[in-house]
């Protein structure tokens, strides 16, 4: 994703933050990545999963998907459970 998209979904109207938001989405991918395996990242869900999770880093710093809100790791987990299953699907079918 581009940064920008993701300053605009932050709210973020500067750029002092730049390196540590981008630091984000690299650590938002590879969670994602190592949760699910591989994964379409065209896919609106990802995108989404992947800003929930850049979302909860930047706001509270907590370095941890585990440290997110209730809401949001309910939204995570749920998101990655769907991706989980497809991916299975797909290898199933392979």
Do not use: H, P, W
């Amino acid at each position: 994703m581009e940064l920008e998209f993701i300053k605009t979904f932050l709210k973020v109207d500067f750029d002092d933050d730049d390196r540590i938001i981008a630091l984000m989405a690299d650590v938002a991918e590879q969670y994602i990545t190592a949760a699910v395996g591989s994964c379409n990242y065209e896919d609106a869900r990802v995108r989404i999963l992947a800003l929930v999770i850049i979302t909860e880093l930047y706001e509270k710093r907590s370095y941890s998907v585990e440290k997110a809100g209730a809401k949001a790791q309910y939204t995570i987990r749920s998101i990655i459970a769907q991706l989980q299953a497809e991916q299975e699907m797909m290898e199933d079918d392979a």
